[in-house]
């Protein structure tokens, strides 16, 4: 079938086009919106600005498609295979992406406002500058994504794994990641205001300049990450491990480190303000002031090294 045939059946209202196969053919700027084209076979075809708002596309293979500014509003993609597809300025206003593949696809300034992409795989796509405020990727996999001056506010991600993707410039305030990981991430910029991050894996990052105000880390795992001018202020890290990080120009103000694991941390310019400390590990941390580390023993912090010539 050619795309001829079915701009012509859509206009006479047919809307069933289940199991379609249509290869190498343009549809750009269509309307074919609110009709049926699961399990379709759209590999590799062009659908620049094509409306498919509130249509099914179920378990098609949409690979390598041109779907550029093409408008998904309400559409349901689940099990779709966008591998290799460009979405750039694609508007999928809560889209239905549930286990759907995109890896290596361009989503570039996309738009996706609360869609569900509930245990999709985004590894390796491009998302700069992308929106996806109130997006659902819970169990998502998104690793290696490069997500420079994406937006997550609001998002509810827990479960999802964010390894080694590139997430400077990020706005993520007030989003649930509880248990994500985001080993070897690139944070820099990053503001998680109010964000949910209890038990998330941030092994190995950098979160130079990130804003984490009010954000909640307990249990979460920091191991060998890297914190340079930032103001931690309420920030909640209880029981988090910081083990082996490095911290340059930090200061906690009003924050929750109990029980915190500071071993081994290299301080530098680093200030604890109104902290709670009790319970706190400093074992072999250096860089501290021998005023600092009266002032956390007093409060009840532990393992501190204090020359007693001073």
Not at 291 to 307: M, P, R, V
């Amino acid at each position: 079938m050619n795309g001829d045939i079915i701009l012509q059946r859509y206009a006479a209202q047919e809307r069933n086009f289940y199991n379609l196969s249509l290869s190498d053919t343009s549809l750009n700027k269509s309307n074919l919106s609110e009709a049926d084209f699961s399990y379709a076979n759209f590999s590799r075809n062009h659908f620049s600005q094509t409306n498919f708002s509130k249509s099914k596309l179920i378990w098609a293979d949409l690979s390598q498609a041109n779907l550029v500014q093409a408008n998904l509003k309400e559409a349901d993609l689940s099990y779709a295979n966008l591998c290799w597809a460009k979405l750039q300025q694609v508007s999928a206003i809560a889209a239905h992406f549930n286990n759907t593949r995109f890896n290596y696809a361009r989503l570039d300034n996309a738009c996706l406002t609360q869609a569900s992409l509930i245990e999709a795989c985004l590894d390796e796509v491009t998302l700069q500058q992308a929106d996806l405020t109130q997006a659902s990727l819970i169990k998502a996999s998104l690793k290696s994504v490069d997500a420079t001056g994406a937006i997550f506010k609001n998002i509810q991600a827990s479960y999802s794994n964010w390894e080694s993707a590139i997430l400077t410039d990020t706005s993520w305030q007030k989003a649930n990641l509880e248990k994500a990981q985001f080993h070897e991430a690139i944070l820099s910029r990053a503001d998680f205001t109010k964000a949910n991050l209890v038990e998330a894996d941030l092994s190995n990052v950098d979160l130079t300049e990130a804003t984490l105000n009010q954000a909640s880390l307990e249990l979460s795992l920091l191991i060998n990450s890297y914190w340079q001018n930032i103001d931690l202020q309420q920030v909640g890290l209880f029981k988090a491990n910081l083990q082996g990080s490095i911290m340059k120009n930090v200061t906690f103000v009003g924050s929750d480190l109990r029980y915190a694991n500071f071993q081994n941390v290299h301080f530098s310019n680093v200030n604890f303000v109104n902290c709670a400390v009790q319970g706190a590990l400093f074992t072999g941390a250096i860089g501290l002031t021998t005023s600092q580390k009266l002032w956390l023993k007093t409060n009840g912090a532990l393992n501190l090294e204090i020359n007693e010539q001073y």
